[in-house]
């Protein structure tokens, strides 16, 4: 059984950063690609950031150049770090683990959620 482990949410001021973490662990083989969604009240889960195995990284438009994506692949472990955080920011951010290789086959994975609140 996998599981996805987030942490590092909470409540900040506008300008201000937080850094997200999310290991998975159980007898996880290899973990192709990783990465963050959210979703605001109201609205559809988006795609915040991903990072391949290899590295790659892919960013939605309205993060980009303010958040930074990295891995610890060794730790099977996922990082976001947020900067300059607006109030539009504020969602339920979600850990995904994709191409994750187990005995018992391949598959995706999620987290349970970690709340991000940033103030005016």
């Known amino acids: 059984q996998v599981q996805l482990v987030e942490s590092g949410g909470g409540l900040v001021q506008a300008g201000g950063s937080l850094r997200l973490s999310c290991a998975a662990s159980g007898s996880i083989f290899s973990i192709n690609a990783m990465g963050w969604y959210r979703q605001a009240p109201g609205k559809q889960r988006e795609l915040v950031a991903s990072?391949?195995?290899?590295?790659?990284?892919n960013y939605a438009d309205s993060v980009k150049g303010r958040f930074t994506i990295s891995r610890d692949s060794a730790k099977n472990t996922v990082y976001l770090q947020m900067n300059s955080l607006k109030p539009e920011d504020t969602a339920v951010y979600y850990c995904n683990a994709g191409g994750v290789h187990t005995r018992t086959g391949i598959a995706t994975y999620w987290g349970q959620g970690t709340q991000v609140t940033v103030s005016s």
């Open positions: 990072i391949s195995s290899g590295g790659g990284t």
